[in-house]
């Protein structure tokens, strides 16, 4: 039982990230007054993370001071079911925010939108190759909304962002220097791309000549002055090399602080809690609605938040398990395969190539931004012929410069020993003559992949931890393997290069590991369809259980895609979002029938 | 009798390493006299926050392996032993970012960090399983270091009941590096011998208009957090190599 019982609110949203910030933006704006409760501090971008003080490696980017904190909570991981789970006792593989802002004041703000292609996967596959070319371990399946239904809203949050880059298909118009695989877009990005240093030109040029289109980045690192549709101002990237894992002090990376927050704080319908931990959804006794959340302040008292709309914007991970700790919707059983909550968890397939180059090539890998980089997309999605490879998906190939940070930033050529004084003079002899290529790819969802509660280990409140069990499937392993090869092959053909040397996440012989920093991009777990046996939300974003819970996130991806997922899933939630306002405000009701 | 020393040396001229990194220069020096800015400025003979002297004498032998001089200074003499004292002795050391709730049981390589103890406790455990060594990794010349490191970053043995010899090796090697690499503000990077080895300006940082002015050099003088061109970080301690 809560100490205290507050007065009801319209809307509660439980998470102050960029999907939670937005939902109440545009909620408290429609004349619903809005509680957001976020479980970190609060913090702002112009005091919180101003350089030179922001710059500082250690605290940042590998002790995670804006991140989660997980004696708080975390999750126990194992690869396979005949395992037994351990708890994630340090962050590694993946860094979740927590805070005013959530993971999206640190994130690097490489901006995507889906491919057409990718949002109807299963369809998309047996039409063109045949019902029998989707490998039987795979449980991918449509979204059930449509790149056409979804672009207005890609490109709106595009513009939230002030977004960076470079058409490649207005309105079916292929346009020279864009991505020419891109689904169709009623208007070009906001801003011009960003400026690219040597390296990531001198990859652009080999892929030209290999006869791939590479283009700029999309980017969130804003490249002019700027003023979004919220009327937040937006100053041009320094390229400081202190983005992902800090926050931008120059208001010069698209953050939700800046582009959200601010435009929306004074607001009389807008309130937000921070230090408010939401321990889990209450349930009306009709079993069709939520009637608000339960959260722990500071102090540790316990209030109950009634609502008559709640918002899970908590993260695809937390999403999926505050979920499981409230009993809303069927839990997802590895055994009959029935239940949803939980399944088609899925991750992202990382992979690189380091390249060494000539010393007359100076890189200052320094001078860096989170989403500077040149790209192709001709490995991506299903924008090459899969018929004789035996997978199916795809990746990115980006030759980026984030940064040189030199704790985590010591290229070194293969066969170097990992110390002593071979090292440290290559460590000195590389770092101005080298970069870095990734390939970004897609991750299939699988039966044997999924989230649920832990039997034993408890977080800071009691609550069981959520669970996670999973391996890449050998689809996607061989699918990294063959992008990896494509990605090789450029940097081949790249000039200037003395060696290359490559490492794959998801190679053959290894096991997903949680230790290495891979990305934040966890997906899956709650995804959103047209069959409630299948998706635990309808395609409205909708709980199909609960019809006054929407939900945000990641975790509606059936699975996940090439891309970053930030530019998806925001694109998802302005849809829902206009739903939410044109349809369900007006008339409360599932909107979909199971 | 040679009798080497960690950390600074005796007799070690700075600003000769100063003028071998390109530095050099009145205000470098001055930087050094003027000693230090931040809270933890202490003259030589300065206790440890953590460590007790063999626990030191055994990381600078250590840390002067994985990081040893040349043209540049060695892990000590940059502070790697001062930077993993004050890590081992605040949050890191604590395990305050880490969830520590048992039961805890040794898991796959996938699973990370299964220890039932803080990296404060690792690192006291193992080193003082290490001191046991005959002789002692402090005693071997420089060469024996280096095998005996190599064998510590190989071997499929436990130091204690608890701790794989290479659990606590990639432990060793991680803060090595970071103390070699990180704001001197932290204690390690001092002069910003690192930074300066690599060519890494810092935390003031604005390249603008230099980002695409494609292969010139920037020799930026390097500048950290504490906006002082000496690095802002104490004097690594004197670490004699025992008796
Ligand atoms: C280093 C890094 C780099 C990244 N780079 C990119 C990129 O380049 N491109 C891209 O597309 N994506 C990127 N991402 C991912 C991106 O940050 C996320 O997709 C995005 O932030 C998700 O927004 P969200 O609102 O769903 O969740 P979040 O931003 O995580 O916000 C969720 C909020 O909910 C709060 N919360 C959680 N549980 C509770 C609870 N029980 N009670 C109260 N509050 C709660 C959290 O504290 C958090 O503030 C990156 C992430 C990281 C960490």
């Keep these: ?594 | 009798m040679s009798n080497p020393c960690y950390g600074r040396k005796r007799g070690y001229s700075r600003r000769a390493v100063l003028a071998q990194v390109g530095l050099g220069g009145v205000a470098a020096t001055l930087g050094q006299l003027r000693g230090v800015r931040h809270a933890f400025a202490q003259d030589d003979g300065r206790p440890w926050y953590f460590l007790d002297d063999a626990e030191a004498r055994w990381l600078a032998a250590a840390c002067d392996t994985l990081i040893p001089e040349d043209e540049y200074p060695s892990a000590s003499q940059a502070g790697v032993v001062d930077f993993i004292d004050f890590q081992l002795a605040s949050d890191y050391g604590a395990g305050a970012g880490l969830y520590m709730d048992g039961p805890h049981q040794s898991g796959t390589p996938e699973q990370g960090y299964q220890f039932a103890f803080p990296p404060s406790d690792l690192f006291r455990n193992a080193i003082d399983a290490l001191l046991q060594d005959d002789p002692p990794l402090t005693e071997l010349d420089a060469e024996g270091r280096h095998e005996a490191l190599r064998g510590l970053s190989e071997s499929e043995d436990n130091l204690t009941d608890d701790i794989p010899a290479q659990a606590f090796f990639t432990e060793l090697r991680t803060l090595t590096n970071q103390g070699y690499f990180a704001d001197p503000i932290h204690l390690g990077n001092h002069d910003y011998a690192g930074w300066q080895m690599v060519g890494f300006p810092g935390a003031h940082a604005y390249y603008l208009s230099t980002v695409d002015d494609h292969n010139r050099h920037h020799p930026a003088p390097p500048m950290g957090v504490a906006h002082d061109r000496s690095g802002g970080s104490s004097l690594p301690r004197l670490i004699e190599r025992g008796e």
């Excluded at chain 1, 993946?94 to 996967?121: C, K, T, Y």
């Excluded at chain 1, 395969?337 to 992202?348: C, E, I, K």
């Excluded at chain 1, 035996?390 to 930033?409: D, K, V, W």
């Design chain 1, 1 to 594: 039982m809560a100490d205290y019982i507050l007065p009801k609110t319209d809307v509660v949203i439980v998470g102050g990230g960029w999907t939670g910030l937005t939902t109440a933006y545009e909620l408290a704006r429609e004349g619903q007054r809005c509680v957001v409760l976020e479980r970190g501090r609060d913090r702002h971008t112009a005091t919180s993370f101003a350089g030179p003080e922001e710059h500082d490696e250690l605290k940042y980017a590998l002790h995670h001071a804006h991140m989660m904190e997980l004696r708080k909570e975390t999750l126990t991981f194992r690869n396979t079911r005949d395992q037994r789970a351990l708890p994630m006792r340090r962050l590694g593989s993946f860094l979740p925010g927590s805070g005013l802002g959530g993971a999206g004041i640190h994130w690097n703000g490489q901006l995507w939108r889906p491919l057409p292609s990718d949002l109807e996967m299963r369809s998309h596959y047996a039409d063109r190759y045949g019902a029998d070319f989707i490998p039987d371990e795979l449980s991918i399946q449509d979204w059930g909304v449509s790149y056409d239904e979804l672009e207005p809203h890609l490109e709106f949050f595009e513009r939230i962002c002030g977004t960076a880059g470079t058409a490649g298909n207005l309105d079916g118009e292929p346009r020279e220097g864009g991505n020419r695989h891109e689904g169709p877009r009623a208007s070009g990005y906001p801003n011009p791309p960003m400026k690219q240093p040597i390296a990531t030109t001198l990859f652009g040029e080999a892929a030209a000549r290999l006869g791939m289109s590479p283009f700029p980045m999309p980017s969130a690192n804003v490249t002019q002055a700027y003023e979004n549709p919220y009327g937040a101002q937006l100053h041009p990237c320094t390229y400081c090399g202190f983005c992902e894992r800090f926050g931008c002090g120059y208001h010069a990376k698209a953050d939700p602080i800046i582009c959200v927050y601010d435009r929306i704080k004074d607001h009389e319908n807008f309130e937000i809690r921070c230090d408010s931990q939401v321990l889990r959804v209450e349930k009306a006794s009709d079993g069709k609605t939520a009637t608000g959340v339960t959260y722990l302040d500071k102090s540790g008292v316990e209030y109950f938040q009634p609502a008559d709309i709640v918002c899970l914007n908590a993260y695809a991970l937390w999403n999926v398990h505050l979920m499981l700790v409230s009993g809303l919707g069927e839990p997802y059983d590895p055994e009959t395969r029935s239940g949803v909550v939980g399944r088609n968890y899925s991750y992202q397939t990382i992979a690189a190539v380091d390249v060494f180059l000539d010393d007359e090539i100076v890189t200052n890998p320094f001078m860096g931004a989170g989403a500077l980089g040149v790209a192709v997309d001709d490995f991506n999605g299903d924008n090459f012929d899969h018929s004789d490879l035996g997978f199916l998906g795809g990746g990115y190939i980006a030759c980026t410069q984030y940064h040189g940070r030199p704790i985590s930033y010591q290229p070194v050529p293969e066969g170097t020993p990992a110390w002593g004084a071979e090292w440290k003079k290559a460590v000195r002899d590389n770092y101005l003559h080298h970069t870095g290529i990734v390939v970004h790819g897609s991750s299939a969802a699988t039966p044997d992949n999924y989230l649920d509660l832990d039997p034993t280990w408890k977080d800071a409140y009691g609550r069981p931890l959520l669970r996670m069990t999973f391996d890449f499937p050998q689809n996607d392993r061989k699918m990294s393997d063959y992008v990896l090869q494509r990605a090789v092959e450029i940097a081949e053909e790249m000039d200037h290069v003395r060696s290359i040397s490559t490492i794959n996440r998801a190679a053959q012989d290894s096991r997903y590991s949680l230790v290495p920093y891979q990305t934040t991009h966890n997906a899956g777990g709650a995804v959103i369809g047209t069959d409630p046996r299948t998706s635990v939300v309808n395609r409205y974003g909708q709980m199909w259980d609960h019809h006054n819970v929407f939900v945000f996130g990641a975790c509606l991806f059936p699975q996940n895609l090439g891309y970053n997922p930030t530019g998806p899933l925001m694109g998802l939630a302005y849809w829902t979002l206009h739903h939410l306002k044109s349809d369900y405000l007006s008339n409360p009701r599932p909107l979909m029938d199971a």
